[in-house]
């Protein structure tokens, strides 16, 4: 269910994206990306917080702990209401402040940038109380009610995407497109309040103030809060800084990459969301081998299914731009590249975060691999002072994101009994081969033909073909070897009947 759902979001993903930039400009299309990151760093507290209620929701229901499950809804749900009040107060004050005199937009966009700013900030509200319920649709692993309306999401965006591109009104587009994405994002909050309501005993809000749920959740969020600062720090306040060194033009290259990369990733996700519950209660039911099973399978399987995809984009990325936008501002080439590198190191993480939040024990870790990751800011700040080129805060990202993994390994070892060993033997070793194998026909292929459609057909059935042969007699161990066969003899069968 849910790969159905992400096929048919990254084709509209890319349609969109191309449409939304003709439509509104690079410079438009630029504010839109920047102004929106920029209120995307206010949820750094929220999203501390969506991480404690999806690890305490996931971590009852492996316990079968009912009443314990109630508590913690009402309580998680009181909180991100007082959440977004006090949100809104800090972007009504410093946000606008620091739009209308900080950040680099055009004056005569100003008007614009500040009707895109308070139509994010209402759509960001929005998102923050939807989090309890959309956390409860995942740890009750409802991947198809979760696919369902994760796809009627995007037809409604498709519908705001082309109201806007070909309505026959005169009217700001820019300032249109953020107002009707509130009114999208109204309907979607009440679609998850219905559905959760009917479905789940749990989602059912009582005035009531458990101390021991709070305190347990806001000790968890609370040192949960310095990973989230610098993940946001990384990709928000990095789209800041550039803004603010070079101009909104560089935003939309980073934006159109951001875009790429999130179709494509999108497969990986959606793999981990239906994984990451069984991680969570295997180890709440006190089944570490199982667990441990799951994490190195789970980060293993999730790189190859990214890299499947990434691989034929990767070397025909200037043509699929040319074919997607036609025309594309600098740099997007060097940026999407880079950022398919940083999502495939990145992704290696997922499990190890996820067991690690079911620990409960994150005060250390968050201290140690927090702490590194908000290098990134500074670093980056460093690198375009001395007018190192854009491309230099992605490559500061990679290292880091590289050193962020070992300690990941490191701490899990420790207090989640994770062997450091096995998973650099099971996990990294084997991507590793399969990268270095699998991408030779296809470079060499890429090399040699000549530009055009032709090369770009021939390298992506080769780069596919060569990534699962690869994967398949390399990546997979003699069970999973097994297992895949297996399946496919159950679909030739029921094709058959």
């Known amino acids: 269910m849910l790969y159905g759902r992400m096929l048919f979001s990254m084709v509209v993903s890319l349609y969109t994206s191309r449409v939304v930039l003709n439509t509104l400009g690079v410079v438009d299309y630029g504010i839109y990306n920047v102004v929106g990151g920029f209120v995307a760093m206010f949820s750094l507290i929220s999203s501390s917080l969506s991480s404690a209620v999806s690890r305490f929701l996931t971590y009852e229901l492996g316990r079968g702990d009912k009443e314990r499950l109630k508590a913690i809804f009402s309580t998680s749900l009181l909180i991100h209401i007082a959440l977004a009040i006090i949100i809104f107060v800090l972007m009504e004050t410093i946000g606008v402040w620091f739009l209308n005199n900080k950040m680099t937009i055009p004056t005569e966009r100003l008007y614009a940038a500040n009707w895109v700013f308070q139509g994010s900030i209402i759509s960001f509200m929005l998102g923050l109380l939807t989090v309890p319920y959309n956390a409860s649709i995942v740890a009750h692993e409802r991947m198809s009610a979760f696919a369902y309306i994760g796809i009627l999401d995007v037809v409604l965006r498709l519908f705001v995407v082309l109201f806007i591109a070909y309505s026959r009104w005169q009217f700001d587009r820019l300032v249109i497109y953020a107002l009707l994405l509130v009114v999208v994002g109204i309907l979607m909050q009440s679609i998850y309040w219905s559905y959760c309501r009917r479905h789940f005993e749990e989602c059912r ?32 306040g990095v789209n800041v800084l550039l803004n603010l060194f070079i101009g909104p033009a560089i935003n939309a290259a980073r934006g159109i990459s951001g875009n790429v990369i999130s179709a494509v990733s999108g497969f990986a996700g959606n793999f981990m969301t239906a994984l990451n519950p069984q991680i969570t209660k295997s180890y709440a039911a006190g089944d570490l081998n199982y667990c441990h099973s799951l994490v190195e399978r789970g980060s293993r399987f999730s790189f190859f299914i990214l890299f499947i995809f990434e691989l034929p984009i990767f070397l025909e990325i200037e043509y699929v731009l040319e074919l997607w936008l036609g025309q594309y501002p600098d740099h997007t080439v060097s940026f999407v590249r880079l950022v398919f590198i940083l999502a495939l190191v990145d992704i290696l993480s997922y499990t190890l975060i996820n067991l690690q939040a079911a620990t409960g024990k994150i005060r250390n870790y968050q201290l140690a691999v927090g702490g590194l990751l908000l290098l990134n800011f500074p670093l980056s700040y460093l690198c375009l002072y001395f007018n190192y080129p854009p491309e230099s805060t992605y490559i500061v990202a990679i290292c880091i994101s590289i050193g962020c993994l070992i300690l990941r390994l490191i701490f899990l070892r420790k207090m989640a009994k994770l062997s450091m060993s096995s998973f650099m033997k099971n996990v990294c070793a084997k991507v590793l081969l399969v990268v270095l194998t699998s991408s030779i026909l296809p470079t060499i292929v890429h090399y040699y033909m000549p530009y055009g459609w032709v090369r770009l057909l021939v390298v992506g059935f080769i780069s596919i073909l060569s990534s699962l042969l690869v994967i398949y007699y390399m990546g997979c161990n003699k069970e999973e070897r097994q297992f895949v066969v297996s399946k496919i003899r159950d679909i030739k069968i029921k094709v058959l009947r």
């Open 205 to 236: 809000f009582k005035l009531s103030f458990d101390k021991h749920c709070w305190k347990e959740m806001s000790s968890f969020a609370g040192w949960n809060f310095v990973g989230c600062t610098a993940g946001l720090m990384k990709d928000q």
